[in-house]
């Protein structure tokens, strides 16, 4: 089982997610995506900035997880909004690597389709997939897999595996950090969890 990290307050302070949380996290992500693709829709579809900035604020308002990290040192915030604070801050210098990595597949095309390609042609628990699901604006994919050592860190490992699942163009090279969060999204975007392994559910 794979202990993840996810967001309480202001996207730094975390705590572990079990099964249970990762339920409650996908029933209150479901409403809040909704929206953030109706003002991305309405952005592509006008052009008016006035979607996206609101299609963005929404954005940051969903649940995320941090996969990469199993556990974050307590120490003392140096921000603005944490200066003097103990607590498992979000940053990269204090994290317990989780022994997982995640590619951030974008503008796929039609993200549905991608993954019924990458189903029929791989075996995904062989691959050590362990999550996929659509991403907050609609277009894109969440792969979470086992690292392997012998490819090397985070960033290794996921172009290793974009590049064994026939991905390599659409991955977005920002996941290498160890404290990135992932934005969660509903129920009904994931596509494929090994719930046993993640959660020992």
């Known amino acids: 089982m794979f202990r993840i990290t996810y967001q309480v307050a202001f996207y730094l302070e975390m705590m572990q997610m079990g099964w249970q949380e990762w339920q409650e ?3 209150k992500a479901k409403a ?3 929206e953030v693709r109706r003002e991305y829709k309405a ?3 006008t052009g008016d900035k006035a979607h996206k900035d609101r299609a963005d604020e929404v954005k940051r308002t969903l649940p995320g997880a941090c996969f990469q990290a199993s556990d974050f040192e307590e120490s003392v915030g140096v921000k603005k909004y944490n200066e003097g604070k103990k607590g498992r801050w979000r940053e990269q210098i204090h994290a317990y690597l989780s022994g997982l990595a995640v590619i951030d ?3 796929c ?3 549905r389709e991608l993954f019924e390609r990458l189903k029929s042609g791989f075996d995904l628990r062989a691959e050590g997939v362990l ?3 659509i991403s907050a604006k609609g277009e894109g994919l969440k792969i ?3 690292c392997r050592p012998e490819w090397g860190n985070l960033i290794c490992n996921q172009y290793e595996m974009a590049d064994r699942l026939g991905i390599l163009e659409f991955v977005d090279e920002s996941c290498k950090d160890s404290s990135r969060l992932s ?4 129920p009904d975007d994931v596509l494929y969890c090994d719930e046993k392994e993640l959660f020992n559910h």
């Open 25 to 27: 996290c996908l029933a």
């Open 32 to 34: 809040i995506v909704e």
């Open 43 to 45: 952005y592509k579809e």
């Open 105 to 107: 597949v974008d503008y």
């Open 109 to 111: 095309g039609n993200p």
């Open 131 to 133: 999550l996929v699901y």
């Open 144 to 146: 979470v897999f086992r």
């Open 183 to 186: 934005f969660l999204t509903g």
